[in-house]
Protein backbone atom coordinates (compact mmCIF):
# COMPACT_ATOMS: atom_id res chain seq x y z
CA UNK A 1 0.00 0.00 0.00
CA UNK A 2 1.19 3.40 -0.95
CA UNK A 3 1.66 6.12 1.82
CA UNK A 4 0.35 9.41 0.57
CA UNK A 5 2.21 12.38 2.40
CA UNK A 6 -0.45 15.70 2.87
CA UNK A 7 0.88 18.65 4.05
CA UNK A 8 -2.02 20.82 6.04
CA UNK A 9 -1.38 24.65 6.48
CA UNK A 10 -3.08 26.13 9.59
CA UNK A 11 -3.37 30.15 9.58
CA UNK A 12 -3.45 31.60 13.16
CA UNK A 13 -4.16 34.90 13.17
CA UNK A 14 -2.35 37.46 15.51
CA UNK A 15 -2.36 41.02 15.93
CA UNK A 16 0.53 42.91 13.82
CA UNK A 17 2.93 45.45 15.10
CA UNK A 18 3.32 48.86 14.74
CA UNK A 19 4.62 50.82 11.90
CA UNK A 20 7.77 52.76 12.24
CA UNK A 21 7.62 56.37 11.80
CA UNK A 22 9.35 58.60 10.31
CA UNK A 23 12.79 60.19 11.79
CA UNK A 24 15.33 63.16 11.38
CA UNK A 25 19.00 63.31 12.49
CA UNK A 26 20.10 66.56 13.42
CA UNK A 27 23.83 67.87 12.18
CA UNK A 28 26.28 70.73 11.76
CA UNK A 29 25.89 72.86 8.67
CA UNK A 30 28.57 72.94 5.87
CA UNK A 31 31.22 76.14 6.17
CA UNK A 32 32.07 78.91 3.33
CA UNK A 33 35.34 80.20 2.23
CA UNK A 34 35.70 83.41 0.57
CA UNK A 35 38.24 86.30 -0.80
CA UNK A 36 35.61 89.13 -0.75
CA UNK A 37 32.97 88.19 1.33
CA UNK A 38 34.07 87.10 5.03
CA UNK A 39 32.43 83.74 5.32
CA UNK A 40 34.09 81.26 6.98
CA UNK A 41 32.36 79.73 9.44
CA UNK A 42 30.18 77.02 10.51
CA UNK A 43 26.33 78.23 11.12
CA UNK A 44 23.09 76.69 12.74
CA UNK A 45 19.90 78.33 14.68
CA UNK A 46 19.87 78.01 17.82
CA UNK A 47 16.42 76.87 19.30
CA UNK A 48 16.32 79.04 21.89
CA UNK A 49 16.28 82.56 20.32
CA UNK A 50 15.84 81.59 16.47
CA UNK A 51 19.18 83.08 15.73
CA UNK A 52 21.76 81.96 13.44
CA UNK A 53 25.32 81.35 15.70
CA UNK A 54 28.56 79.37 14.81
CA UNK A 55 28.56 75.72 14.93
CA UNK A 56 31.28 74.25 16.95
CA UNK A 57 31.41 70.48 15.35
CA UNK A 58 33.41 69.97 12.27
CA UNK A 59 31.85 69.58 9.03
CA UNK A 60 32.13 66.74 6.02
CA UNK A 61 35.42 65.59 4.65
CA UNK A 62 35.14 67.96 1.81
CA UNK A 63 38.93 69.26 1.03
CA UNK A 64 37.66 72.19 -0.80
CA UNK A 65 36.33 75.74 0.40
CA UNK A 66 33.97 77.55 -1.85
CA UNK A 67 33.37 81.24 -2.13
CA UNK A 68 31.86 83.61 -4.70
CA UNK A 69 32.87 87.14 -6.70
CA UNK A 70 31.41 89.31 -8.99
CA UNK A 71 31.69 88.13 -12.39
CA UNK A 72 33.89 91.28 -13.23
CA UNK A 73 35.86 92.66 -9.96
CA UNK A 74 39.63 91.48 -9.80
CA UNK A 75 39.09 92.79 -5.81
CA UNK A 76 37.45 95.55 -3.80
CA UNK A 77 38.75 98.41 -5.87
CA UNK A 78 39.29 96.99 -9.49
CA UNK A 79 37.21 95.76 -12.04
CA UNK A 80 38.18 93.47 -15.42
CA UNK A 81 37.65 96.20 -18.16
CA UNK A 82 37.73 93.93 -20.88
CA UNK A 83 34.80 91.34 -19.13
CA UNK A 84 32.47 94.19 -18.72
CA UNK A 85 30.97 94.08 -22.13
CA UNK A 86 30.28 90.40 -22.02
CA UNK A 87 28.67 90.62 -18.07
CA UNK A 88 25.50 88.89 -17.99
CA UNK A 89 22.41 91.32 -17.04
CA UNK A 90 20.40 89.45 -13.96
CA UNK A 91 16.88 90.53 -14.37
CA UNK A 92 14.86 91.13 -10.84
CA UNK A 93 13.57 88.62 -9.49
CA UNK A 94 9.42 88.61 -9.20
CA UNK A 95 9.56 90.69 -5.62
CA UNK A 96 11.92 93.17 -7.36
CA UNK A 97 15.22 92.28 -5.93
CA UNK A 98 18.02 93.21 -8.20
CA UNK A 99 20.40 90.43 -9.19
CA UNK A 100 24.31 90.41 -9.24
CA UNK A 101 26.33 88.76 -11.36
CA UNK A 102 28.49 86.30 -9.88
CA UNK A 103 31.30 83.48 -10.60
CA UNK A 104 31.75 80.16 -8.22
CA UNK A 105 35.70 79.74 -7.29
CA UNK A 106 37.11 77.00 -5.08
CA UNK A 107 40.74 76.61 -3.41
CA UNK A 108 42.05 73.76 -1.20
CA UNK A 109 41.05 74.09 2.65
CA UNK A 110 44.27 73.47 3.61
CA UNK A 111 46.14 76.01 1.81
CA UNK A 112 45.99 80.16 3.74
CA UNK A 113 45.40 82.78 1.80
CA UNK A 114 45.07 80.50 -1.38
CA UNK A 115 44.72 81.32 -5.32
CA UNK A 116 41.17 80.86 -5.77
CA UNK A 117 40.12 78.44 -9.12
CA UNK A 118 36.79 79.71 -10.99
CA UNK A 119 33.97 76.70 -10.75
CA UNK A 120 33.71 75.66 -14.46
CA UNK A 121 31.32 72.93 -13.64
CA UNK A 122 27.87 74.71 -14.88
CA UNK A 123 30.04 77.01 -17.50
CA UNK A 124 28.84 80.69 -17.44
CA UNK A 125 28.34 83.22 -14.45
CA UNK A 126 25.09 82.93 -12.95
CA UNK A 127 22.79 85.40 -10.51
CA UNK A 128 22.80 85.87 -6.90
CA UNK A 129 19.12 87.43 -5.51
CA UNK A 130 19.74 89.39 -1.86
CA UNK A 131 19.46 92.59 -0.56
CA UNK A 132 22.55 91.49 1.49
CA UNK A 133 24.48 89.17 -0.64
CA UNK A 134 26.92 88.76 1.86
CA UNK A 135 24.53 87.06 4.68
CA UNK A 136 22.75 84.83 1.71
CA UNK A 137 24.97 81.48 1.99
CA UNK A 138 25.36 81.52 5.83
CA UNK A 139 21.46 81.82 6.14
CA UNK A 140 21.08 78.99 3.29
CA UNK A 141 23.28 77.02 5.19
CA UNK A 142 21.97 77.65 8.98
CA UNK A 143 18.36 76.01 7.11
CA UNK A 144 19.32 73.81 4.75
CA UNK A 145 18.95 70.40 6.71
CA UNK A 146 15.59 71.58 7.45
CA UNK A 147 14.73 72.09 4.43
CA UNK A 148 16.20 68.64 3.34
CA UNK A 149 14.09 66.71 5.09
CA UNK A 150 11.02 68.36 4.39
CA UNK A 151 11.64 67.75 0.61
CA UNK A 152 8.85 65.42 -0.64
CA UNK A 153 11.42 62.33 -0.86
CA UNK A 154 10.18 59.24 -2.41
CA UNK A 155 10.46 56.42 0.79
CA UNK A 156 11.25 53.62 -1.38
CA UNK A 157 9.60 50.00 -0.98
CA UNK A 158 10.11 46.85 1.26
CA UNK A 159 9.54 43.20 -0.49
CA UNK A 160 9.50 40.22 0.63
CA UNK A 161 9.59 36.48 -0.20
CA UNK A 162 8.10 34.19 -0.12
CA UNK A 163 4.88 36.98 -0.11
CA UNK A 164 2.41 37.81 0.87
CA UNK A 165 2.34 34.34 2.92
CA UNK A 166 5.31 32.89 4.61
CA UNK A 167 5.99 30.11 7.27
CA UNK A 168 7.11 30.33 10.77
CA UNK A 169 10.61 29.23 11.38
CA UNK A 170 11.39 29.89 8.03
CA UNK A 171 13.79 32.48 6.41
CA UNK A 172 12.16 35.15 4.59
CA UNK A 173 13.85 37.13 2.62
CA UNK A 174 13.27 40.94 2.94
CA UNK A 175 14.77 43.35 0.62
CA UNK A 176 14.57 47.39 -0.09
CA UNK A 177 14.89 49.14 -2.91
CA UNK A 178 15.58 53.06 -2.85
CA UNK A 179 16.64 55.60 -5.73
CA UNK A 180 18.62 58.99 -5.42
CA UNK A 181 16.45 61.53 -6.61
CA UNK A 182 16.41 65.45 -7.39
CA UNK A 183 15.02 68.20 -6.59
CA UNK A 184 15.04 71.98 -7.70
CA UNK A 185 13.76 74.30 -4.94
CA UNK A 186 13.84 77.56 -4.08
CA UNK A 187 15.06 79.31 -0.62
CA UNK A 188 15.31 82.71 0.58
CA UNK A 189 14.97 83.92 -3.36
CA UNK A 190 17.66 81.71 -4.54
CA UNK A 191 17.35 78.59 -7.01
CA UNK A 192 18.90 75.33 -4.95
CA UNK A 193 19.31 72.05 -6.55
CA UNK A 194 19.58 69.57 -3.93
CA UNK A 195 20.30 65.62 -4.49
CA UNK A 196 18.81 63.06 -2.18
CA UNK A 197 20.86 59.89 -1.84
CA UNK A 198 20.06 56.67 -0.05
CA UNK A 199 23.19 55.46 2.16
CA UNK A 200 21.62 53.11 4.74
CA UNK A 201 18.40 51.26 5.74
CA UNK A 202 16.65 50.22 9.02
CA UNK A 203 14.18 46.79 8.44
CA UNK A 204 11.41 46.52 10.71
CA UNK A 205 10.03 43.15 10.39
CA UNK A 206 6.75 43.85 12.89
CA UNK A 207 7.12 41.44 15.21
CA UNK A 208 9.84 43.92 17.26
CA UNK A 209 12.65 42.44 15.35
CA UNK A 210 14.55 44.99 13.50
CA UNK A 211 17.90 45.30 11.33
CA UNK A 212 20.20 48.48 10.73
CA UNK A 213 21.07 50.91 10.06
CA UNK A 214 23.21 49.13 7.49
CA UNK A 215 24.23 49.77 3.97
CA UNK A 216 22.75 46.20 3.20
CA UNK A 217 19.70 46.39 0.99
CA UNK A 218 19.65 43.07 -0.10
CA UNK A 219 17.53 42.21 -3.02
CA UNK A 220 15.35 39.25 -4.84
CA UNK A 221 16.13 35.68 -5.09
CA UNK A 222 15.65 33.01 -7.41
CA UNK A 223 12.69 30.81 -6.35
CA UNK A 224 14.37 27.64 -5.76
CA UNK A 225 16.21 29.65 -2.94
CA UNK A 226 13.47 31.03 -0.53
CA UNK A 227 13.90 29.68 2.64
CA UNK A 228 17.78 30.24 2.22
CA UNK A 229 19.40 32.71 5.10
CA UNK A 230 20.37 35.99 3.51
CA UNK A 231 21.66 39.67 4.96
CA UNK A 232 18.52 40.42 5.20
CA UNK A 233 16.35 37.61 5.70
CA UNK A 234 14.38 37.14 9.11
CA UNK A 235 12.67 34.20 10.90
CA UNK A 236 9.21 34.65 12.23
CA UNK A 237 8.80 32.62 15.57
CA UNK A 238 5.01 33.07 15.66
CA UNK A 239 2.18 32.93 13.47
CA UNK A 240 -0.11 36.71 12.55
CA UNK A 241 0.07 39.34 10.21
CA UNK A 242 3.22 41.55 10.36
CA UNK A 243 3.96 45.38 8.53
CA UNK A 244 7.28 44.99 6.72
CA UNK A 245 8.73 48.56 6.72
CA UNK A 246 12.27 49.38 5.63
CA UNK A 247 13.50 53.31 7.06
CA UNK A 248 15.99 54.65 4.30
CA UNK A 249 18.38 57.20 5.46
CA UNK A 250 19.27 59.72 2.61
CA UNK A 251 22.19 61.65 2.67
CA UNK A 252 22.38 64.96 0.51
CA UNK A 253 23.84 67.86 -1.41
CA UNK A 254 22.84 71.17 -2.65
CA UNK A 255 23.69 73.49 -5.05
CA UNK A 256 23.24 77.25 -4.61
CA UNK A 257 22.47 78.87 -8.05
CA UNK A 258 24.57 76.54 -10.04
CA UNK A 259 27.30 76.55 -7.17
CA UNK A 260 29.38 73.32 -6.58
CA UNK A 261 27.43 70.85 -5.05
CA UNK A 262 27.97 70.84 -1.39
CA UNK A 263 27.70 68.10 1.15
CA UNK A 264 24.58 68.25 3.89
CA UNK A 265 26.03 67.38 6.86
CA UNK A 266 23.14 65.26 8.70
CA UNK A 267 20.65 62.91 6.94
CA UNK A 268 16.18 62.66 6.33
CA UNK A 269 14.78 59.89 7.43
CA UNK A 270 11.80 58.33 5.23
CA UNK A 271 9.66 55.21 5.93
CA UNK A 272 8.08 53.26 3.24
CA UNK A 273 4.70 52.35 3.54
CA UNK A 274 3.82 48.56 5.08
CA UNK A 275 4.21 45.46 3.10
CA UNK A 276 1.69 42.75 5.26
CA UNK A 277 3.00 39.46 5.44
CA UNK A 278 0.87 36.73 6.77
CA UNK A 279 2.99 34.02 8.74
CA UNK A 280 1.59 30.38 8.97
CA UNK A 281 2.28 27.67 10.61
CA UNK A 282 2.98 24.35 8.56
CA UNK A 283 1.53 20.63 9.99
CA UNK A 284 2.85 17.56 8.53
CA UNK A 285 0.95 14.14 8.81
CA UNK A 286 1.34 10.83 7.60
CA UNK A 287 -1.44 8.40 6.01
CA UNK A 288 -1.43 5.35 5.32
CA UNK A 289 -4.21 4.60 2.45
CA UNK A 290 -4.01 4.33 -1.15
CA UNK A 291 -5.18 7.46 -2.87
CA UNK A 292 -6.01 4.89 -6.14
CA UNK A 293 -8.26 2.89 -3.73
CA UNK A 294 -9.80 5.36 -2.02
CA UNK A 295 -9.63 8.66 -3.68
CA UNK A 296 -11.39 10.65 -0.72
CA UNK A 297 -9.13 9.28 1.64
CA UNK A 298 -7.31 11.59 4.11
CA UNK A 299 -4.68 13.30 2.66
CA UNK A 300 -5.65 12.33 -1.21
CA UNK A 301 -5.89 15.30 -3.66
CA UNK A 302 -9.64 14.92 -4.85
CA UNK A 303 -10.91 14.78 -0.91
Known amino acids: MRQVLATFVVLLLLTGAGIATARATPGPTISYGSETINIKSQFTVEEATKTIVEYSKSTPQDPNQYSYALQCQLDENAVRNHCLPGQITCPPSEDG ?15 PNPTWTEWTQFGAPTCLYDPK ?32 HTLVGAETNVF ?106 SVTRNYADDCNVNPLGEGCPAR
Open 176 to 281: ANATEQQFEVTILGQKVHLTATPAQYTFNYGDGSTLGPSATYGGPIPEAEWGVKTRTSHVYGDTGDFNVTVTTSFTGTYSVNNGPALPISGTGEFTSAPETLRVWR
Open 133 to 164: PEDILPRIAARILQDFQQLPVVAGTVSAQPSP
Open 97 to 111: TEGQAIIWRYAPKSI
